[in-house]
């Protein structure tokens, strides 16, 4: 595809359980972002993909929030034991990585609603 | 830890009138500026971004932003805005040499044809 595509576009689940968030990145971009945007605010960091590692996981809330991307392209965000509080939409944004700070290009974002 | 500012949440304008959006940012070292919209139902875009020289950068669909360091201000002007224009925008901020961006809360913008 031409975008970065994420799915699903909305999850509804209950308090306490699993849910995974996929992201596929632009083909070639070597660097992902996921974010988390609450109703009214702007896009918060949670962690930085460089290749297959996480260069940066400093915006993870807590330990219930993972992220993988084994082969450097696609990407899970997972979240165990959901609280109502994890209730946001999730972005995932990706670049080229050839140098900090450049254009990153985003997804439409997963809906997640925890009730 | 920076932060980035939009003191304006909500903005309501008719068509054809001037738009001033500001930014603030609270890092007092290097630092590299964006602007982001997301139109209704799409997603996030760059609208124009300031890395070093030329103070006033250009962007698309006529947007235009002015750095000015010693107000750590980076604000988004358009001369006379249309109905198309309606949409969130979101002023972004890098630190030297971070990958990481901190996103101000964004400013919801209404225009009236």
């Known amino acids: 595809g031409a975008g970065v595509s994420q799915t699903p576009s909305n999850k509804v689940t209950e308090k306490g359980k699993y849910v995974e968030l996929r992201c596929d990145p632009i083909?070639?971009?070597?660097?992902l972002y996921w974010y988390r945007q609450s109703l009214g605010q702007g896009p918060e960091f949670l962690i930085y993909?460089?290749?297959?590692?996480?260069?940066?996981d400093s915006g993870l809330p807590n330990d219930r929030f993972f992220a993988v991307r084994p082969e450097g392209s696609v990407s899970t965000l997972k979240i165990q034991r959901t609280e109502r509080g994890d209730s946001a939409v999730y972005l995932c944004?990706?670049?080229?990585?050839?140098?900090?700070?450049?254009?990153?290009?985003f997804g439409p974002g997963t809906r997640l609603l925890v009730l | 830890a920076q932060s980035v500012s939009q003191h304006n949440h909500h903005v309501i304008l008719s068509e054809a009138a001037s738009l001033e959006l500001g930014c603030n940012y609270s890092y007092g070292g290097t630092v590299n500026l964006f602007w982001y919209v997301q139109y209704p139902g799409q997603h996030l875009q760059l609208l124009l971004k300031?890395?070093?020289?030329?103070?006033l950068v250009k962007g698309i669909k006529g947007f235009e932003a002015e750095f000015i360091k010693s107000k750590f201000s980076f604000n988004l002007r358009k001369p006379s805005v249309q109905w198309s224009d309606t949409a969130e925008y979101f002023c972004a901020a890098f630190r030297g040499g971070s990958y990481i961006p901190t996103f101000g809360r964004g400013t919801s913008l209404i225009v009236h044809p």
């Open positions: 300031y890395f070093s020289g030329d103070p």
């Open positions: 083909s070639g971009h070597t660097a």
């Open positions: 944004a990706s670049s080229f990585g050839d140098r900090d700070q450049e254009t990153q290009y």
């Open positions: 993909f460089q290749g297959t590692g996480a260069a940066d």
